[in-house]
């Protein structure tokens, strides 16, 4: 069974830049297609990203394009969202997930495997 492992959260300023990372095992991570979610207290969660299971395909939310990277690394088994340019509006609770297929998705419904979340805080 796949299990994802979710870091690099924390507390940064507007306008500054975190990157998170999602580190996988027990399963060949490269037949996974991976995305990356949030949630805001009180509010659903949120599309931010996804990447095929290549890397040659990529998708983000609306609110974030632009300024987030997704991009991962099968040699490590690791997915990594790159965010600049930091919004208070991106504090959030930030999760990992994995699907048993090599495209990515922007629904949560599609998603196996999730990871524990990370917070990720803004302030203004």
């Known amino acids: 069974q796949l299990q994802l492992v979710v870091s690099g959260g924390g507390l940064v300023q507007a306008g500054a830049s975190l990157r998170l990372s999602c580190a996988a095992s027990?399963?060949?991570?490269?037949?996974?297609?991976m995305g990356w979610f949030r949630q805001a207290p009180g509010k659903e969660r949120e599309f931010v990203a996804t990447i095929s299971w290549s890397g040659g395909s990529t998708a983000y939310g609306d609110s974030v394009k632009g300024r987030f990277t997704i991009s991962r690394d099968n040699a490590k088994n690791t997915v990594f969202l790159q965010m600049y340019s930091l919004k208070p509006e991106d504090t959030a609770v930030y999760y990992c997930?994995?699907?048993?297929?090599?495209?990515?998705?922007?629904?949560?419904?599609?998603?196996?495997?999730w990871g524990q979340g990370t917070q990720v805080t803004v302030s203004s």
């Open positions: 027990g399963r060949t991570f490269s037949n996974y297609g």
């Open positions: 997930a994995a699907r048993s297929r090599s495209s990515g998705s922007i629904r949560t419904s599609d998603y196996d495997t």
